[in-house]
């Protein structure tokens, strides 16, 4: 088991060094001038050799792919307009657009983008296992057939659409759900819980079709296995036999689905934030594309495959207590 996971983190490590290494090649090393993309077409020659003097354009690559390690692990000091600002580690770069360390930027945005992929998960998780086992257990019905139908539905709709039409016509219609507002915890629970309602709400309905149909047809096949058969044949009790047998073994597969559907949401979470107007990480991400701030949309790339890799090795661990058997493999 120990081993298991060790072999696991140190897997994943590597695909963060390699990722980083890679991100930084693709932003800095690239054949566009860094200092000029950030600095802009109107850019002051002294303002320009700041911005290349920070980034280290004037020493080899080792060396540059060295400095931004150091800054990372130590952190380091970055000069902007005129004056020497120290970048604490984690230091994920200096946005000159903005003229604050990225990780200020993230620090602000990844609480938002964090509240609304962890609430709205939990939604589509419940919502679609739970609806998932209810048409399992009543395969072939009326019941069943309207539930598989349904999630077709709300499946083939765009999630675009869907949140626009709730960001319009909901709060308008239904008015005990409020307009979608950011409001940290700390501040107010009940104004951040009532501020991110909508977005669960739309996040969690869309979302759950497709755990619906993957619960139902994992919970079919599990509840067609032999020891669920020889514990009804035992005369355990019809909830016992769905919810401990059962579910235990249909859960396996979801894991996987779910684990990656968090890390893609917390990476690709800019449709929502932009259409409920939340300052989230994909909002910062986009601002910074429009404005060519090429350390934040770096620190985007890292966080992205930190939080991939993160998932994928909490999923691998989740399956040897779910499946003792890929301990084994």
């Known amino acids: 088991m120990v081993l ?27 054949p566009s001038d860094p200092a000029g993309v950030i600095c802009g077409a109107k850019c002051p020659p002294a303002r320009y050799q700041e911005i290349a003097d920070s980034l280290h354009l004037d020493r080899p690559v080792y060396q540059q ?18 004056q020497t600002v120290h970048c604490a580690a984690p230091c994920l770069g200096y946005s000159y657009v903005f003229g604050v360390p990225v990780t200020t930027l993230i620090m602000h945005a990844l609480p938002v983008t964090i509240s609304i992929v962890f609430g709205s998960a939990i939604a589509y998780l419940c919502i679609g296992t739970l609806s998932g086992i209810f048409a399992a257990r009543r395969r072939g019905t009326y019941l069943d057939r309207t539930i598989v139908g349904g999630t077709l539905t ?69 509840l067609s296995e032999d020891y669920v058969r020889t514990a009804r044949a035992k005369g355990i009790s019809e909830r016992r036999v ?43 991400t986009l601002r910074a594309f429009d404005k060519y701030d090429l350390p934040v949309l770096m620190a985007g790339v890292l966080i992205g495959a930190v939080v991939l890799v993160i998932m994928n090795l909490l999923v691998d661990i989740l399956y040897t207590i779910l499946d003792p058997r890929v301990r084994l493999s």
């Open 242 to 284: 769905v919810y401990r047998h059962g579910l235990r073994a249909a859960v396996t597969p979801l894991a996987t689905i779910f684990g990656l559907d968090v890390a893609f949401a917390l990476t690709g979470a800019i449709f929502t934030e932009q259409i409920f107007g939340l300052p989230g990480l994909g909002v910062v």
């Open 65 to 82: 792919i060295w400095e931004y390690l150091h800054g990372l692990v130590l952190g380091t000091d970055v000069v902007s307009g005129g």
């Open 154 to 222: 709300i499946g083939s709709v765009p999630y675009f659409v869907v949140a626009l039409l709730a960001a319009l016509y909901i709060p308008t219609l239904i008015p005990i759900v409020p307009q979608a507002k950011w409001v940290p915890l700390t501040e107010s629970p009940l104004k951040w819980f009532l501020g991110l309602l909508l977005p669960w709400i739309v996040l969690g309905i869309v979302n759950s079709a497709s755990y619906t149909r993957y619960s139902r047809a994992s919970m079919i096949e599990s």
């Open 4 to 30: 298991y996971i060790l072999r696991r983190i140190a897997s994943a490590i590597s695909v963060i060094v390699v990722t980083l290494i890679a991100s930084f090649g693709l932003f800095y090393l690239a």
